[in-house]
């Protein structure tokens, strides 16, 4: 399965880099540039846009959007009070878990088959002329790449220890090099909601 997986994976990414190298390098018999480079051009601008304008748009918050805030934020502590008994709860519960809805959970979250679904709904917008998914696709890419990037930053700042690491839900080392002190937040949680909500 997992060879599958990966030779998937592999021919997606080659069958998308091919039509991308052809949109961008073919041209029309009459000289003009092909409206595939035109709108590749448009679309990068457009998703670059919308990441900057998503680390920019706190300085334009109003009363309601800090309050808004400082409750998530609240209720990230509280959750954090009672991390152990609720790491604890569902570990009892994973045994239990039909295993196909927990390899599902962690393939959706997965960043590679992510960006495979976003650079999907993007590449059959443009291919098959369909402005409206091909803008979902922008949505979804510009969406998963500000979120990666911030929950990326985030998690080498925090530096929170993994479960598995058996140090309790206290242990941090921010700034580590370790890929076990990476736990929070969770990047397959966070790439998983930004696919659905968006």
């Not at 109003?62 to 959750?79: M, Y």
């Not at 954090?80 to 569902?90: A, G, T």
């Not at 650079?119 to 979902?136: A, H, P």
């Not at 580590?176 to 990047?187: A, H, L």
Request: hydrophobic share 40%; glycine share 8%.
């Amino acid at each position: 399965m997992a060879a599958l997986s990966g030779l998937l994976k592999r021919s997606l990414s080659c069958l998308a880099m091919g039509l991308l190298a052809r949109a961008i390098l073919f041209k029309k018999k009459n000289g003009r540039s092909n409206s595939y480079r035109d709108t590749l051009k448009k679309d990068f601008q457009n998703t670059f846009g919308a990441i900057k304008e998503t680390y920019i748009s706190p300085l334009q918050w109003k009363e309601k959007q800090f309050l808004t805030a400082g409750a998530v934020t609240s209720g990230i502590v509280i959750l954090f009070l009672f991390d152990e008994e609720i790491s604890r709860w569902f570990r009892t519960r994973g045994e239990n878990v039909i295993p196909t809805f927990k390899d599902f959970g962690w393939y959706y979250g997965s960043p590679e088959n992510h960006y495979a679904i976003n650079g999907g709904f993007y590449l059959y917008g443009l291919i098959f002329k369909n402005e409206e998914v091909r803008n979902t696709g922008v949505l979804l890419i510009s969406a998963s790449s500000a979120a990666g990037l911030f929950q990326t930053i985030a998690k080498i700042v925090i530096g929170r220890a993994r479960p598995l690491r058996n140090e309790g839900t206290a242990s941090f080392s921010p700034f580590s090099k370790k890929n076990s002190y990476y736990s929070f937040p969770s990047g397959h949680s966070i790439l998983a909601f930004t696919t659905s909500y968006a």
